[in-house]
């Protein structure tokens, strides 16, 4: 059974820093194309950030240079870094694992930016 499970979510001040984690389990992780993606209330889901299983990483512009996307293929898990952040990053933030049909989702976490 595949499972994405994250954490590290919660409230943070602006400019404050948070670091997700996803841990995966059930699939070849490292042949997959992982990725963070987030939803805002009223607002389509929207990618974030990804990392192939090499390490190639890409992404949002709105997220370039404050945020930091990395993987342990041995540990099964991928991680968002996330610094310098705004009101606007306020969002559910999910892991998303692709592989050609194959595309699995974790529940998401709460990220609030708010003073």
């Known amino acids: 059974q595949v499972q994405l499970v994250e954490s590290g979510g919660g409230l943070v001040q602006p400019g404050g820093s948070l670091r997700l984690s996803c841990a995966a389990s059930?699939?070849?992780?490292?042949?997959?194309?992982m990725g963070w993606y987030r939803q805002a209330p009223g607002k389509q889901r929207e990618l974030v950030a990804f990392?192939?299983?090499?390490?190639?990483?890409d992404y949002a512009d709105s997220v370039k240079g404050r945020f930091t996307i990395s993987r342990d293929n041995a540990e099964n898990m991928v991680y968002l870094q996330m610094n310098s952040l705004k009101p606007e990053d306020t969002a559910v933030y999910y892991c998303?694992?692709?592989?050609?049909?194959?595309?699995?989702w974790g529940q998401g976490t709460q990220v609030t930016v708010s003073s």
């Open positions: 998303n694992g692709r592989l050609g049909r194959s595309d699995h």
């Open positions: 059930g699939i070849a992780f490292s042949l997959y194309l």
């Open positions: 990392i192939s299983g090499g390490g190639i990483t």
